[in-house]
């Protein structure tokens, strides 16, 4: 199975996971999870936007950051640009944070309503390189399920 097959399957998983009638938290808890059945990458999880930074909020992993400041890190400059962003090389990306050692890649996809973010999906691979085109256009269409 190709990795846009996985994806159809795990977007039509969500589909039917993803309960409007809950908290912003369940959903999350269960989105980082099934992504991690599907794409079991070295960190998923969420980072909710609480005043002026970015909170720590349900995820699959090693201990993480549990604060990170707008515009900081590739999460801080995915809620600032509102766009997702892919890093084929953390150690590259100028002010990258190191919540852990084996991360070598990541995408961050921002969660908006109205335009407005309020969280961010954050993966992490020890792989260099391992987020593509693929991952950008079906991670953008699982978080506007939230």
Not at 24 to 33: E, G, H, K
Not at 77 to 97: C, L, M, R, S, Y
Request: hydrophobic share 40%; proline share 3%.
């Amino acid at each position: 199975m190709n990795k846009e097959e996985r994806f159809q399957i795990l977007l039509n998983e969500a589909q039917s996971l993803v309960d409007s009638q809950v908290d912003d938290i369940a959903n999350m808890a269960n989105v980082t999870r099934l992504i991690y059945n599907h794409f079991p990458h070295h960190w998923i999880g969420f980072y909710r936007v609480v005043e002026s930074e970015l909170v720590l909020g349900p995820f699959n992993g090693p201990i993480a950051c549990t604060r990170i400041a707008y515009g900081k890190g590739v999460c801080g400059t995915a809620w600032k640009e509102n766009k997702t962003i892919i890093v084929d090389d953390v150690h590259q990306f100028p002010g990258h944070i190191a919540c852990s050692a084996l991360s070598n890649s990541e995408i961050v996809v921002p969660c908006s309503r109205n335009n407005v973010v309020f969280a961010v999906l954050d993966i992490d691979s020890d792989q260099f390189s391992a987020f593509d085109n693929i991952d950008k256009n079906y991670l953008e269409q699982l978080v506007q399920l939230l």
